[in-house]
């Protein structure tokens, strides 16, 4: 079964989250129910990005080189420059 890293934006407010799972339809509604502490005060949530992997340490691994490069870098405000301009269309 394939893992993922994925991206979440936050529909309140635009922040971004990511994480990995291996359930992802499942991950994105404990986000919207609330389930998840650090997201519970700002859903709903949608999925902007996932990447598929073959192992978890290959999933974990990308998602700790997002936080990585949102911290390094404001990836926050390119990912979500992006996102809105194809959500234009």
Do not use: C
Not at 6 to 24: A, E, F, H, P
Not at 76 to 81: A, K, M, S
Request: charged fraction near 20%; avoid cysteine; charge should be positive.
């Amino acid at each position: 079964m394939p893992f993922y890293s994925y991206v979440l934006r936050s529909l309140k407010n635009g922040v971004l989250y990511n994480g990995s799972t291996q359930d992802m339809e499942r991950r994105l509604i404990t986000h919207n129910k609330g389930l998840v502490t650090y997201s519970t005060k700002t859903t709903p949530w949608e999925m902007v990005l996932f990447e598929q992997f073959e192992t978890r340490a290959e999933a974990i691994q990308r998602e700790n080189g997002i936080k990585l490069a949102q911290e390094e870098t404001g990836l926050n405000n390119t990912l979500n420059q992006r996102i809105n301009a194809l959500s234009v269309y």
